[in-house]
């Protein structure tokens, strides 16, 4: 069975977790016998970000990415060719030509929280959701939280719950471990971890309001993520809250090998968001060995599986309580470690790719 999956998202400008989504799915689905998979994108002049390990390609349709966008936007364009099944793993997604076709849609927050996103794009996203519910043959969610925040919006057809893994170079051991710590400039006494996208709807106004309340733990934050939309600043923000120079440090956008590092080495990841379809950093804390302190978003609560602590979605002083609560109880924080990696071992690319495979088998008939 020949499977084309569309890897577009790799070259976003932004690829955030829907970038590693897409790659890591196509990465799992060339283990299972008997699965050829085939990378598509969009015409860009380099396509490194989309060449994944076992997958051929990235094969390049005719169009650049604006014009597809605007062609698959209307159910027209071209498509992957001389594929079994086509399976989109954002709602990017093509026209289905007489095969079935899979698309994975990873959040309702267009419908929950559309003050999160641009007006554009809670347009797209609607339209796009409710153009797949009407041509995909099935379409994958990534938590049961999601499958129920879209049904009042969207009429689904076959809808399956799959859920997501975590990149194995998170969790093994790094070489030069100390010199990438020494070049990142960890700090020696610990520190909190925020990985996400700096845009509104990841809460990381939340936690910087809470780092200033009194019961917060006196740790420096280290945010690792690219600029989204949105004009989120986190050290003017947390100049304008009076903390302290050096408190607050941005990242940008890390390498894996770096991550990995920052993730051992962290004492809390810590994930405000106001929604989230997953919440994948939630599944790479608790894997490699970190305590993780998230909001009560259903689909947070759903993934740590109460391997996690929890303060109530935009509460800056709930949030400062429990963050001091965890740091200051080494005793707290063994249990959540071991809880942790209880429910992450059992969360893995390997169980996702075969729960697909099998959804594929009985499209393809």
Known sequence: MEVAVVLEQCLSPVPGGTGRYSAELARSLVRPPGIDVRGWVAWHRHTTAA???????????????RPLVAAWERGVGPAPRRADLVHAPTLLFPPRRGRPLVVTIHDAVPWTHPETLTP???????????????QADAVVVPTRAVEAALRPHVRLPRVEVVGEGVAAVLTGPVP?????ADRLGLPPGG????????E??????????????PGAPDLPLLVAGQAGWGGVDPL?????LGLPPGRVRVLGRV????????????????????????????LEGMAAGVPVVTSDD???LEVGDGATRTAPVGDAPALARVLGEVVGEPGARAEMVAAGRQVSAAATWDRAADRLVELYAELCG
């Open 191 to 198: 520190y909190l971890l925020s990985l996400a996208t700096l």
């Open 255 to 282: 390498t894996d090998e770096d991550l990995a590092v920052l993730l051992a080495r962290a004492t809390v990841l810590v994930v405000p968001s106001r929604a989230e379809g997953f919440g994948l950093p939630v």
């Open 200 to 213: 509104p709807r990841k809460g990381l106004d939340v936690l910087l309001a809470a780092l200033a309340l």
């Open 120 to 134: 554009r794009g809670v347009r797209w996203h609607r339209s796009m959701a409710e153009r797949a519910a009407e």
């Open 176 to 180: 030069d471990a100390e010199a990438r």
């Open 51 to 65: 060449q994944v390990p076992g997958v051929r390609g990235p094969r390049r349709l005719p169009l650049a990415r």
């Open 236 to 240: 003017r923000r947390a100049a304008e």
């Open 298 to 300: 259903p689909a947070l």
